[in-house]
């Protein structure tokens, strides 16, 4: 499957953002998905994970509470609601595909290519 996100852009602290990721085919629905960030200079690093059907979610602790992943199987698209946003969140944002939802991005096989949010303070 491939995967196209969108929805990044250059906001100020405390707006909102909702990034969107598009499955090229139905086999986006045999996929946990999830959403890993990349600030400049830093690691790739965990925001949230969504199970195939949507029943399980899991988030890194630095944006629960303000973020909230979800995903629509019959039209192949997983979404990463981003409320409150904070300088911090400024990164690269990935979708990407596992068997099981996940933390570990070596748990991941399939990548999109990102979308940058930029949070100015």
């Known amino acids: 499957v491939q995967l196209q996100a969108s929805g990044g852009g250059l906001v100020q602290a405390g707006a909102s953002l909702r990034l969107s990721c598009a499955g090229s085919?139905?086999?986006?629905?045999?996929?946990?998905m999830g959403w890993f960030r990349q600030g400049s200079g830093k690691e790739r690093e965990f925001v949230a994970a969504?199970?195939?059907?949507?029943?399980?979610?899991y988030y890194a602790d630095s944006v629960k509470g303000r973020f909230t992943i979800s995903r629509d199987n019959a039209e192949n698209m997983l979404y990463l609601q981003m409320h409150s946003l904070r300088p911090e969140d400024t990164a690269v944002y990935y979708c990407?595909?596992?068997?099981?939802?996940?933390?570990?991005?070596?748990?991941?096989?399939?990548w999109g290519q990102g979308t940058l949010v930029t949070v100015s303070s």
């Open positions: 990407a595909t596992a068997t099981l939802a996940s933390t570990d991005y070596h748990d991941y096989g399939y």
């Open positions: 085919d139905r086999t986006f629905g045999n996929y946990a």
């Open positions: 969504i199970s195939r059907y949507g029943g399980n979610t």
